[in-house]
Structures are given as C-alpha cells and as structure tokens.
C-alpha cells in the first residue's frame, strides 16, 4: 500500500533528505503535501520535480510569489497560503504519514494539528516536543497516533529498546554528542567564535539553528529533554557521552550490563528511512559503514564549564512547569541574534539562564497557555539581548 506524506519544512535539510529517501520508492510512498514558510524560490523546483496536490507556505507573500511562478510553468499543484494551511494538510484526511521537520517553536501547531489527526508523525522538530511536553504526549496517546523519532539519537535508542519500550530491564539511555565544532576549544576562544564557523559542523550538514545548537550543546539539552518524554524516563536516568565521531547515534544500557548501541554513518536519510518504512527497512542512499577504515572510537563526558546549555535543559527538565518553553524561546531569540551578528556566542547560554531567572513558568493546560509562556520568554530575552549587546 503507498503511503500519502506531508513533509512540514519541505525546503530544510530534513526535508529535503526525506524527499532523497522517498524518490528512491516510488512504490510505497506518495507525496500528497509540501510545506515551507518564506524560501518560495527554493519550494519551487520541489513542487516541479515532486508534483505534489498541495503545496503551503506559512509567509502569505510567498504563496503568492510561489503561485504566480507555478502557474507560468504550467504547474497544477494547488498553493495554500498562512499557519493555518499548513496544520490543515498534516491533519488532512488522505494523509497517512507526517513529517515534522520544521525548525523551532513554528512547529507547534501544525505538528500537533498531525497528532491530533492521529497520524503516524515522523518527529524531527524536537523543539515542538521540548515546548509542550505533557501536552504533546497526552495528545499522542489520546488520539492514538504513532510517533517515531527522527533525530538520530532518539531513533537510535528506539531501535536498541525492547518492542514495547522502556521496561524494568533498562538500567539508562546513553545519548551521544558529537561535541560540535568547538569541543577544543578554550573558555577565552569560545567568545571570538563566529556564527560562520559555528554553523559548519564536523559531522553532518544541517539547518543554521540546529548547527548552533550543536555547538553551544543546545541540541543535546534540547535532546535529553526530548529523551525524557519520548521514552518517559526520568532525568536520572539519561546520560550523555561526547563521542566526537557520530559513528554510535546513540545506547541503551540494559541491567544485566549489555550495552545495545546503533551504528552507522553520519547521514540523516538512515533515521529518515528507518522512520518512513518502521518495522519493514528499506534502500536508505546512506554509504555504509567501513569498520576497517574506522580509526578508533573515542567516548568522553561533557564539559558543563565551557557548555552550560546542557546543564542548564537538564535542570529546565526538572524544574518542570513551562520552564523547557522558557528555555526553548529564549534560545531561539539568542541563537537569532547570535546568527546576525547581535549577540557573541558566549552570550547565548547567559541570555538562556537569565531568562529562565526572570520569567515564570507555570505548568498549563493548555498549548494556548503555553504559548503564552512561550511569547513572555522571548520579549524577556529579546530585552536581555539589547541590554546585553556583543
Ligand atoms: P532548516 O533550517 O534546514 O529547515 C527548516 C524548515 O522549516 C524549512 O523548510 C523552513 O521553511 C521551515 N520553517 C522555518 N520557519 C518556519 C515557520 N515559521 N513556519 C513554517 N515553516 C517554517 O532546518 P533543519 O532541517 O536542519 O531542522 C528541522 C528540524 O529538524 C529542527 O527541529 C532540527 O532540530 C531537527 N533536526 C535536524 C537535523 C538535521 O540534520 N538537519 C537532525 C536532527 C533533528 P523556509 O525554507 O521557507 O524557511
Ligand atoms: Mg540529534
């Protein structure tokens, strides 16, 4: 049976290597919808090759743009324009699968909008999981939808647990990190560091946030938090190794000391396709793995000195409340800044504590609640940032 797709962030790097992965089967998978937000130029030539029925773009600007230009090429791919288009086509009725690859908090709603339609939601944007925890979760179960992990480390560990997931006999998920481009270097080095150094990660190719968040440990805060819900662990129970290599994606320590790990080589289309075709595996375009030409495994623990990030989501995490909304809103603010030039690298984590300092986090009911919380954040960081500057 084929499978309808929605790709939410068609146009990102997670996106586009779903969209690698789905041409390689025609057979089985259908793309029914893209989505985009403002990048109409490069939506374009998507909907040309991919020919889906709808295509969304959240700018409503560029749907216009986008429609204008498709209808001089001839195109009959139906464009849809605003948030609102884009939650209407990963909930639509003829859609099985939807792939959340959005980046931030924009993917909240329209993520949800998938679990609510009780969707099989292959999870990327992290960031939707992080900003409304319970909430998310709740949602999965009650509307019974299917969630996979896309994030390398989240479905290596869904592939090393039993079928049905955390039991008595798992002692600790292992999380990996590769560390980022700035592992070496010093406290001093860390503040002249520049947002183009920054998003040229070692191991693997990805969107500007996430490569920035890889290298302040950002990501893996974000991640040990997403661990937490996904696999409904407590906070104790989830370590992270630097392994700069990204050959190991990630473990899971069982208490009669085995030690399951998933391997293979850094390219994001393994989690992709392991996503789209679960439990069945197929053709993922990923190069495979040398053990001969593999030079030595290195594994050490996280420096919290130079990288207070992660420390600063563990304790986020157990704070509990909004207070992983709180966290992921001023981050985005600072890693924005950052990234134009506004903000020093240094002054992402103090922009991130100080916020989770001055705002309240309260627990909500409701994702309207948070994103609230979510808004207060961000006009609190984006306070601290201007007082701040470089
Ligand atoms: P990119 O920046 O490459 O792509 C982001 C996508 O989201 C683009 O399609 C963009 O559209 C869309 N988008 C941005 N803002 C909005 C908005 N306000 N409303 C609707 N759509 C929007 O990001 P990545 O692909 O790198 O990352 C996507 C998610 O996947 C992130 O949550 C990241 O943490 C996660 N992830 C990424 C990995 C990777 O290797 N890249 C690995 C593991 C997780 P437009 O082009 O129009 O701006
Ligand atoms: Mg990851």
Not at 126 to 151: N, S, Y
Not at 168 to 185: C, H, K, Y
Not at 200 to 229: Q, R
Not at 257 to 278: E, F, H, K, Y
Request: glycine share 6%; proline share 5%.
């Amino acid at each position: 049976m084929t499978k309808r797709l929605t790709i939410l962030g068609a146009t990102g790097s997670i996106g586009q290597q779903t969209l690698d992965v789905v041409a390689r089967h025609p057979d089985r998978y259908e793309v029914f919808a893209l989505t985009a937000s403002t990048r109409w130029e490069l939506m374009a030539p998507l909907c040309l090759s991919v020919r889906p029925r709808y295509v969304a773009m959240s700018d409503e600007a560029a749907a216009e743009q986008l429609r204008n230009h498709l209808r001089q090429a001839g195109s009959e791919v139906e464009v849809l324009g605003g948030n609102s288009a884009l939650a209407f086509l990963a909930a639509h009725e003829e859609v099985d699968t939807v792939v959340a690859a959005i980046v931030g908090a924009a993917g909240v709603r329209p993520t949800l909008a998938a679990v609510e339609a009780g969707k099989r939601v292959l999870l990327a944007n992290k960031e939707a999981l992080v900003v409304t925890g319970a909430l998310f979760m709740d949602a999965v179960k009650r509307h019974k939808a299917t969630l996979l992990p896309l994030d390398s480390e989240h479905n290596a560990i869904f592939q090393c647990l039993p079928a049905e997931g955390v039991n008595e006999g798992v002692e600790r998920l292992l999380l990996t990190a590769s560390g980022g481009p700035f592992r070496e270097l010093d406290a001093e080095a860390l503040k002249q560091v520049t947002p183009a150094q920054a998003v040229k990660h070692p191991n693997w190719d990805m969107g500007p946030k996430i490569s920035v968040d890889s290298a302040t440990l950002m990501n893996k805060g974000l991640e040990f938090i997403e661990a937490c819900w996904l696999f409904d662990v407590p906070v104790d129970k989830v370590d992270v190794v630097v392994h700069p290599q990204s050959v190991i994606h990630s473990m899971v320590a069982y208490r009669d000391g085995s030690v399951l790990a998933q391997m293979g080589t850094p390219d994001m289309r393994t989690p992709i396709a392991c996503g789209l075709s679960w439990p069945e595996r197929v053709e993922s375009g990923a190069q495979r793995l040398d053990f001969s030409a593999l030079t030595g495994l290195h594994f050490e623990a996280p420096d919290l000195q130079r990288f207070p990030c992660l420390r600063l989501a563990r304790e986020a995490m157990e704070a509990g409340g909004t207070a992983t909304a709180v966290l992921n809103a001023a981050n985005e603010e600072a890693v924005a800044a950052f990234l134009d030039g506004r903000l020093g690298f240094t002054g992402i984590p103090d922009v991130v504590e100080r916020t989770l300092q001055r705002q309240d986090a309260p627990a909500c009911q409701d994702v309207e609640s948070v994103m609230n919380v979510d808004r207060q954040a961000r006009e609190v960081a984006c306070r601290l940032i201007e007082e701040r500057g470089c």
